[in-house]
């Protein structure tokens, strides 16, 4: 069988994967693989081959935008709308179907009961603890502060329930025990505070969602669902996969990509991704594996730097694509100047320039360029900034890698969670910079033809020494 989705003729894997209807699916896919497409080419074979109504189509996405544009292919394939769900507008209309009524907390309020219960606290103890009389105006109180919120964000994302707390804090090293339950405290007044003003947060919300589910089942009546970022699932969203699917015993696809799981600050636990295979029995591991966008120079390169972690799933990408070169390490002395030559130097009408930090654009743009919404003006180029976090999912002609210094908030980042979080991130790392090693296959990948990592001679990243010393025979050397 041959299927074409949007303007494209599916390949062999893209197929198998739009084919397979005989139980659960895990798709992984390479970067620029072809996700959206074969995610349209299901719910096209679905719709007009196996007579699915559009409404029996569950389709999860990570972002209102992702949402969007995937509604938007639907709709261009099929001739007839579908909806695509975030996991926040899945809940809310699980909410609304049930009747419960709800407002959303203030988005600051967390934040507020921090600085409140911090600062009713006893004055002596923080003194100690920060070996500062002035310790309000600290920054490593600032810092507290923010890991605090962090906690309990991390907490209602992967536990929820008040019992894990008891059990974080019984099984809990003896000095973590006291601030362990300073948060506890926090989390209990948060609690408190969204149960008398009637309120919930987004967490909440996809926790309602699931337990309404468990207890009163769903109305639609669901024989698939396709969720798009499987690696960027928290324990609530995938909660709220699995009653749904018991609910109503539909099939369940999930796509999705290890290399790219980036959002562990956020709560997602690439684990849902990784276990899939046992969470969601029975059910079968299928891979499209052809890119169509980076070169097969660079897919080995970005690939086997990744693969040195042994937790990431092993795959060999394929492209027919060959750029002998595709790697450009452009050492720079005097940053500002340097960069300004770099861009004459590619002389590339659209370019993507990618850093660690949303401030690191201005570390490098010379007085003489200017940015406006991202946008660098540069004669008619079309040259914009993204922090690589965001870039995700994009890609550009040419690519360019800022901030690759050795510093402690470059890339890879060297400032280390507080070791308070491990009690909130279920799988830490066991390989050296597990997620930021992820966070730079992310921004490699982003390009279809070079990408140029901008690099200061005397103090290179170590993901750059790294690149060098395996994989110099694909990297081209410019000194500006």
């Known amino acids: 069988m041959k299927l074409d989705v949007l303007g494209n003729n599916l390949d062999q894997e893209q197929l198998a994967a739009v084919l397979e209807n005989s139980c659960n699916t895990i798709i992984i896919a390479g970067a620029g693989a072809g996700k959206s497409t074969t995610m349209v080419g299901k719910i096209k074979y679905l719709v007009l081959y196996q007579h699915i109504?559009?409404?029996d189509i569950l389709c999860i996405t990570f972002t209102n935008n992702a949402a969007k544009s995937l509604e938007d292919k639907i709709?261009?394939?099929?001739?007839?709308?579908?909806?695509?769900y975030t996991f926040h507008k899945l809940a809310l209309e699980i909410l609304k179907e049930q009747q419960i009524k709800y407002k959303i907390a203030k988005e600051d309020l967390l934040e507020y009961l921090i600085d409140e219960v911090l600062l009713s606290m006893h004055n002596q103890y923080f003194e100690k603890m920060f070996l500062n009389k002035n310790y309000e105006k600290s920054w490593e109180f600032l810092q507290f502060k923010k890991v605090i919120g962090r906690f309990i964000k991390l907490f209602i994302a992967n536990y929820y329930e008040d019992k894990y707390f008891e059990k974080i804090i019984r099984k809990a090293r003896k000095r973590d025990k006291p601030v362990l339950e300073i948060i506890k405290k926090i989390y209990e007044m948060y609690k408190l505070e969204k149960n008398a003003s009637g309120t919930i947060d987004f967490d909440d919300m996809i926790y309602l969602a699931t337990r309404l589910v468990?207890?009163?089942?769903?109305?639609?009546?669901y024989q698939y669902i396709i969720?798009?970022?499987y690696q960027d699932t928290s324990m609530v969203?995938?909660?709220?996969?699995?009653?749904?699917?018991?609910a109503t015993k539909a099939l369940v696809t999930v796509v999705g990509d290890d290399f790219?799981?980036?959002y562990r600050f956020s709560g997602c636990d690439l684990n849902n991704f990784l276990d899939f295979k046992k969470n969601f029995k029975p059910a079968k591991e299928l891979y499209i594996k052809n890119t169509y966008r980076n070169s097969k120079e660079l897919i080995l390169v970005a690939g086997s730097f990744i693969m040195k972690n042994p937790r990431q799933m092993k795959k060999k990408l394929k492209a027919s694509k060959s750029i002998k070169k595709p790697i450009v390490v452009c050492y720079y002395k005097n940053i500002k100047n340097d960069f300004y030559k770099l861009l004459k130097v590619i002389n590339s009408p659209n370019l993507m320039i990618l850093g660690r930090n949303n401030a690191d654009i201005y570390t490098v743009l010379p007085d003489k360029l200017k940015i406006e919404n991202n946008q660098i003006i540069y004669q008619n180029y079309n040259i914009y900034y993204k922090t690589i976090h965001k870039a995700k999912g994009l890609e550009e002609d040419n690519v360019v890698i800022i901030n690759m210094s050795s510093s402690p908030?470059?890339?890879?980042?060297?400032?280390?969670d507080e070791k308070i979080l491990r009690y909130v991130i279920k799988h830490y790392d066991i390989y050296p910079f597990e997620e930021e090693r992820r966070l730079f296959y992310v921004a490699l990948t982003r390009t279809k033809n070079y990408s140029y990592l901008f690099v200061p001679k005397d103090n290179p990243s170590i993901f750059v020494t790294e690149l060098i010393k395996n994989y110099k025979e694909y990297i081209t050397f410019i000194h500006l």
């Open 227 to 229: 969720v798009d970022e």
């Open 237 to 246: 969203r995938e909660e709220l996969v699995k009653a749904i699917k018991e």
């Open 214 to 221: 468990k207890e009163k089942g769903i109305k639609k009546h």
């Open 75 to 84: 709709k261009k394939e099929l001739k007839q709308e579908a909806k695509v």
């Open 409 to 416: 908030n470059s890339l890879p980042s060297k400032i280390k």
């Open 53 to 55: 109504p559009t409404d």
């Open 260 to 262: 790219q799981s980036i």
